[in-house]
């Protein structure tokens, strides 16, 4: 089976800005590969002009904070460092299992890749011959914060729709619809590891899984 790919848009926030951030992008897909089972729910973006929707299940929505969590938690062992998180749907092929496994095999057929650039906020500072003094932020570092998040709001916006963009379009590859509980396709997501390269060493051993995956930038 075919597993597409969409890599999201880079999206540079500050760290009080990503819990915000993921529940946009994180519950705007899911919504969109619901089986039917939900009652959808539009949620006010707490930072930003921006509505989303959300399946309107609790223990989904549990999963994606406890996720976010995690996620914060590494941030903040990683400071000022590029992180990508992903959101894969697979399906269960075999659900008996073998003589060298006790695990059913997943199979991979769409993952996401949400990019987030973590930025520490610039401190203002006043040079001197001999030091720097740190000040409060005047008017113009106000001002600068205001049009960052404008932007940032913008380019969410521009990931929402990449979101909507992508399954509207890729269609083919959606398996039938599973016999199991739950609101959504079967998904999983994986964030960073203590190391990039055990990161990347994951993602290889799914695409080994799943076959060569298609791209959508």
Known sequence: ?????????????????IREVLRCILHTIVFHRALGLVRPKDIDS????????????AELEKKVEEKINQFIGWVEKHPNKKSQICLSFYE??????????????????????INLNVQHPKAHTIKSHHSKVV?????????????????LEASLREVLFQIIKFVNEK????????????VTFPYEITLPSSSDSSFGMDMFKRMLQTGHPGMLS
């Open 135 to 151: 000040v409060d932020p005047g008017v113009s570092a106000l001002e600068e914060r205001t049009v960052r998040r404008a932007a």
């Open 46 to 57: 707490e930072l930003f002009e921006i509505t989303y929707v959300q399946c309107g299940d």
């Open 92 to 113: 269960v092929k075999s659900k008996q299992p073998t003589w060298f496994s006790n695990k059913p095999e997943r199979v991979y057929w769409e993952q996401w890749h």
């Open 171 to 182: 269609k083919d590859h959606i398996p039938p619809i599973p016999n199991i509980e739950g």
């Open 1 to 17: 089976m075919n597993c597409e790919v969409c890599s999201l848009k880079e999206l540079e926030v500050e760290h009080f800005e």
